[in-house]
């Protein structure tokens, strides 16, 4: 499941960024696990509350994360309601948070059973 989910390369690139050490890779990997959902719960609440600028901010974060990680589809989902965050109606903009949320679970499954597998 996870290949399809996380682009192996992206997570490749990033340990080549940080120097080489898996340790390291694994503690960014546990800090987007803990912050992941807490960005979402950002999302969530600024979708809930109509504050425009609040989601688009939090769509930003989460998706440049995801990309780090891989997790191809959570980033287009991000970058998509990042630009709908100006323009389209409250009730689309929560589908896509809701959207978002379903792909964050994913990503966040993918990347633990990559960090069991490769351990």
Known sequence: MSDDVIDPAALERLLAAIGGDPEDLRELLGDFQQEGPRTLSQMQSAAHAGDRDALRISA????????DFGAV???????GTEHAAATDDLDALRARVGVIAAELDRART???EMAQRDG
């Not at 930003?60 to 990309?67: P, V």
Request: proline share 0%; net charge neutral.
């Open 60 to 67: 930003h974060s989460l998706k440049s994360n995801a990309r």
């Open 73 to 79: 589809a959570l980033a287009t989902e991000c970058e």
């Open 110 to 112: 993918a990347l633990a």
